[in-house]
């Protein structure tokens, strides 16, 4: 348990600092403590045999935050649960950090738990949080719109398949958010009377979350290795899966830097800000050759997730500014218009 700047830095003279820092936070109750963030340029090292979980832990989030200040631009501090803490312990703890920050990323935590904790802090007038979960959401949805747009296809009119749905809750509303209205939502259970390449068949792209992510330390290369019947069945890249996806460096960086660019509460978590998000990266990734597939890549190239976390933030902020008096999200600017009128 401690908070600590992860790698210096303070706000401007008119900038306060806790308006410029973010707060990078776990409790180490994710599977191999979760991926956390990639390291971009290099292989994590093996922990040490008698390293205990909370120093292990206490590295690994230290170097999360290290990377997002990096990528971000933005001062870090991070902070861990005490051992055996409740969820409310653990949101208090967010609350209460001696580190006070703009906004924060919960990562290397249980999703149930990380969902918990983040409305416990919002309920008690804290800083937006930003859970790993639903920055997984928020590429797993930039890469469905990347797929369609290269196709020259409007999610509008086309149907979307998400896989093992219960996986990840905000996914299915987030892609309804960002423009798809015709979503069918498959489960394990479904199996025995609507197997899933049949369940698939006439969707437009699918998004497989039974597909578990890759053990720490997997080699990139192989991270995309091993097709099912399903792969094989679709056209090639209709199937998006997490595998090889890095949300922490791919999404959390831009959304967190946005945060701290506009003034506490003008900036709240929730679908309009993740659509906007979500919409951001697909634009960015259009822009890049199709060969540079960064939602599949495994390891970002550190240029290419900074330039991708500099059109997050900047297309944020022109949201925000550029959006109407009603205050609603979306701008009405991007807003679908309802049909016959």
């Known amino acids: 348990m401690s908070a600590h700047a992860a790698a210096g830095g303070a706000g401007s003279a008119d900038t306060p600092a806790r308006l410029r820092q973010i707060l990078v936070i776990a409790d180490g109750t994710a599977p191999g403590l979760g991926p956390g963030t990639s390291d971009l340029n290099a292989t994590d090292p093996p922990a040490p045999d008698s390293a205990s979980l909370a120093q292990v832990l206490q590295a690994a989030l230290a170097k999360d935050a290290a990377l997002i200040q990096q990528l971000a631009g933005v001062p870090t501090a991070v902070q861990t649960a005490g051992e055996g803490d409740t969820a409310t312990d653990f949101a208090a703890r967010i609350w209460h950090c001696p580190t006070p920050a703009a906004a924060g990323y919960l990562t290397r935590t249980d999703p149930a738990r990380a969902r918990t904790v983040q409305r416990l802090v919002e309920q008690a007038g804290g800083p937006?949080?930003?859970?790993?979960?639903?920055?997984?959401?928020?590429?797993?949805?930039?890469?469905?719109?990347?797929?369609?747009?290269?196709?020259?296809?409007?999610?509008?009119?086309?149907?979307?398949?998400?896989?093992?749905?219960?996986?990840?809750?905000?996914?299915?509303?987030?892609?309804?958010?960002?423009?798809?209205?015709?979503i069918s939502m498959w489960n394990a259970p479904d199996t025995a009377w609507f197997p899933l390449p049949r369940?698939?068949?006439?969707?437009?792209?699918?998004?497989?979350?039974?597909?578990?992510?890759?053990?720490?330390?997997?080699?990139?290369?192989?991270?995309?290795?091993?097709?099912?019947?399903?792969?094989?069945?679709?056209?090639?890249?209709?199937?998006?899966?997490?595998?090889?996806?890095?949300?922490?460096?791919?999404?959390?960086?831009?959304?967190?830097?946005?945060?701290?660019?506009?003034?506490?509460?003008?900036?709240?978590?929730?679908?309009?800000?993740?659509?906007?998000?979500?919409?951001?990266?697909?634009?960015?990734?259009?822009?890049?050759?199709?060969?540079?597939?960064?939602?599949?890549?495994?390891?970002?190239?550190?240029?290419?997730?900074?330039?991708?976390?500099?059109?997050?933030?900047?297309?944020?902020?022109?949201?925000?500014?550029?959006?109407?008096?009603?205050?609603?999200?979306?701008?009405?600017?991007?807003?679908?218009?309802?049909?016959?009128?």
């Open 128 to 182: 937006p949080v930003l859970t790993e979960e639903d920055a997984t959401a928020i590429a797993l949805a930039a890469a469905a719109l990347h797929y369609l747009r290269r196709l020259g296809r409007d999610p509008y009119r086309s149907r979307i398949l998400v896989a093992d749905a219960l996986r990840l809750p905000i996914l299915s509303p987030l892609l309804l958010a960002c423009g798809f209205p015709d």
């Open 199 to 341: 369940a698939a068949r006439d969707a437009d792209v699918v998004i497989d979350l039974s597909r578990q992510d890759p053990p720490p330390g997997t080699p990139a290369a192989t991270i995309g290795a091993g097709a099912t019947e399903l792969d094989l069945d679709r056209p090639e890249g209709s199937v998006i899966t997490r595998r090889g996806l890095d949300p922490g460096a791919l999404i959390a960086p831009g959304l967190l830097r946005a945060i701290t660019e506009h003034p506490a509460g003008a900036l709240p978590f929730g679908l309009g800000v993740y659509q906007m998000c979500a919409e951001a990266v697909a634009r960015a990734m259009l822009a890049r050759p199709r060969s540079d597939d960064l939602f599949r890549a495994g390891p970002i190239p550190s240029a290419a997730a900074q330039s991708i976390a500099t059109a997050v933030a900047l297309s944020i902020h022109v949201a925000l500014t550029t959006q109407d008096q009603d205050n609603g999200w979306p701008p009405r600017s991007q807003r679908r218009p309802h049909a016959g009128g």
